[in-house]
């Protein structure tokens, strides 16, 4: 089989640099092309037009471009929007577009699956398939922002204001890629993310939480969904490997500068970890960090078996946090009548996709 050749949306910028000069194009060439990448989101070299036509055929000799075909869109009543799009080897990732008032956010997928098997998991039950390569991540962005502009929706070449890393998979067990990807939508030459709008959400790989704490200043989200050792080690593997308070020891190490606080997310579910006793728990758990705790109601996924709390016992736990001064959100249920579930995506059609089996997914609220 022939080797695959590199793909250019993947490339970093230092990189879009020295290949010009090795391909004998004027410097400046570099900054039209990444712009053409990653500020326009170009679909083909043809529509680089002011790109000479000798430089854009030695482009495409040497190198491939990473478009994402989309395979499904299907639109909410309440505004949200999923897209299932199509890699060139054909798997299928998700992303989930979210309205509100003062801001329009993407969640975005970082991976094919998930190893991490947290076992509430809609995308866990998968396995992880693949890492998607930065290109891919970014396109996600790229192609939604076109998509937007297309629809009539948002204003300007890029609608969307926000990004959170709560789709498909664990972007820290992705970490090279993901720290490409958000450098490509930071940059100014780029979409130019502002980094207070972009948010990283992980189960908990302490290490590289250390590692995006130093080399970036994005958010982290952290999906805590337990109070104790035994709770957290029966629902997120993960935390047989980065236990509790290791975990808590490395949020409270993040520079959180600007009085940026952490987001711990906290996925409700019955008779597992929603008694009053988890709440004052968890409270003790977060005191002395800055943080804001999101409030998941558990969606649930057809032969998972996990139930959603009762009635009123969200605003009970709710209450209980609030008295111990924490500030909560709680998460809006949004775009349930498309299966749009930041968190809980799993690619249709796929192996492992329990939908074939259960069509009637009902969706979790959206991720912020
Ligand atoms: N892997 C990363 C990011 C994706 S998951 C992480 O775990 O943080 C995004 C969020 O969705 C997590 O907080 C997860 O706990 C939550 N989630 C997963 N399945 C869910 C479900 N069925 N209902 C509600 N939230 C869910
Ligand atoms: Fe992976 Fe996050 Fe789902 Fe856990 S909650 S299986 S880490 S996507």
Redesign the pocket.
Known sequence: MEPELPDLRSLPRSEVDALVVRLGEKPYRARQLFRWLHQKGAATLEEMSDLPAGFRTRLAVELRLTVLARAEERRSADGTIKWTWRTHDGKLVESVYMPEAERRTLCVSSQVG?A?G?T???TGTMGLARNLEPGEIVDQVHRANRRLVELGLGEGPRPLTNLV???M???LANYRSLKVALDLLLSEDGPNFSQRRVTV???GLVPVIRRLGEETFVKL?V?L?ATTDAQRDAIMPINKRYPLAELLAACRAFPTRNGRRITF?Y?LLAGVNDDLEDARRLARLLSGIPTKVNL?P??E?PGLGFRAPPPGRLSAFQDELVRHNLTVVVRRSRGSDISAA???LASEGGPGDPRRAAPTLTA?AP?R
């Open positions: 998930c991490v947290c509430f998991c809609l890393f709560m789709g998979g664990e972007p959400s992980t189960s989200a999906s969904n997310e996925v998941i558990y969606n996924n930041c968190g809980q979790p991720a």
